[in-house]
């Protein structure tokens, strides 16, 4: 089991940028796939991007171009740089690690809020 702490959230304009973080404890994220995800009020809680242990990522289309997810094993944080927010990016934002028995660990989520 991992522990999960997400952080750098806020409240950003349209257009503007805002980094994401999202702190491991208990255990090494180097042998785990680590993902973002977002729900908006009233929406299904959605796929963001993912990083595997081999550090390829995958994103989100709606995303692609502007959100850039990353890992430093070291400080064992997965990152989410998101650039030219816009409004419909609003929502809860969660950390999710993939344990290798297959088992998702979630965080309790940072808020991020864009206005227009």
């Known amino acids: 089991q991992v522990r999960l702490v997400e952080s750098g959230g806020g409240l950003v304009q349209a257009g503007g940028s805002l980094r994401l973080s999202c702190a491991a404890s208990?255990?090494?994220?180097?042998?785990?796939?680590m993902g973002w995800y977002r729900q908006a009020p009233g929406n299904l809680r959605e796929f963001v991007a993912t990083i595997n242990v081999a550090g390829s990522t995958t994103d989100a289309e709606f995303v692609r171009g502007r959100f850039t997810i990353s890992s430093d094993n070291a400080k064992n944080t997965v990152t989410l740089q998101m650039n030219m927010v816009k409004p419909e990016d609003t929502a809860v934002y969660y950390c999710?690690?993939?344990?290798?028995?297959?088992?998702?660990?979630w965080g309790h989520g940072t808020q991020v809020t864009v206005s227009s």
């Open positions: 208990g255990s090494t994220l180097s042998d785990k796939s």
């Open positions: 999710k690690a993939k344990l290798p028995s297959g088992v998702d660990d």
